[in-house]
T-cell receptor, first 116, second 111 residues
């Protein structure tokens, strides 16, 4: 199947700093990527839809100025958590849809963010 | 989007066949059923996808009755490494939309 990578896999930062997470589709092009957040023992919650060459679409309750998304190419989307706080500590996962009859959505391995 | 309902948890033993059933009563004509597996601290991994009848791959089988209001993921001869959370999702064909995850089924395989 298609491969989606994320970098870094884990990051620890101080409160108030910004953290950038990269999501790459390695063997296919993705005009649309999605960013999810998952808290311990909970299910994935959609944060935003990242569209190549245009602005991201954010879910209700997700601050667009805090979670900056850039989708500059067909294989790369970045999520920047600005002025991170401890409550932003979570597991961030991206996904991308590979073209095809059923357009299966593939997920990255996730990024564990811990804000101290 | 059709809402899905699946058991919160299941227990099994190594070597047994595990069947996880998901109900999706409001599934639409353009929807198909997709199952993902997630291990702790990892992204969901695609398992299988189908529209009707039976689909089989090297990992699992997916049974979908004619009315498509439910589906069953069948894992043959599970091992300890199959301990994970399994999500059933209904996806719009060609929709390129984000997936709506339910609570999933937490499968615990015992030795």
């Amino acid at each position: 199947g298609a491969v989606v990578s994320q970098h870094p896999s884990r990051v620890i930062c101080k409160s108030g700093t910004s953290v950038k997470i990269e999501c790459r589709s390695l063997d296919f092009q993705a005009t649309t990527m999605f960013w999810y957040r998952q808290f311990p023992k909970k299910s994935l919650m959609l944060m935003a839809t990242s569209n190549e060459g245009s602005k991201a679409t954010y879910e209700q309750g997700v601050e667009k100025d805090k979670f900056l998304i850039n989708h500059a190419s067909l294989t790369l989307s970045t999520l920047t958590v600005t002025s991170a706080h401890p409550e932003d500590s979570s597991f961030y996962i991206c996904s991308a849809t590979a073209s095809g009859i059923q357009e299966t959505q593939y997920f990255g391995p996730g990024t564990r963010l811990l804000v101290l | 989007l059709a809402k899905t309902t699946q058991p919160i948890s299941m227990d099994s033993y190594e070597g047994q066949e595990v069947n996880i059933t998901c109900s999706h009563n409001n599934i639409a004509t353009n929807d198909y059923i997709t199952w993902y597996q997630q291990f702790p601290s990892q992204g969901p991994r695609f398992i299988i996808q189908g529209y009707k009848t039976k689909v089989t791959n090297e990992v699992a089988s997916l049974f979908i009755p004619a009315d498509r209001k439910s589906s069953t993921l069948s894992l043959p001869r599970v091992s300890l490494s199959d301990t994970a959370v399994y999500y059933c999702l209904v996806v719009v064909i060609g929709g390129r939309r984000a997936l709506t995850f339910g609570s999933g089924t937490r499968l615990q395989v015992q030795p």
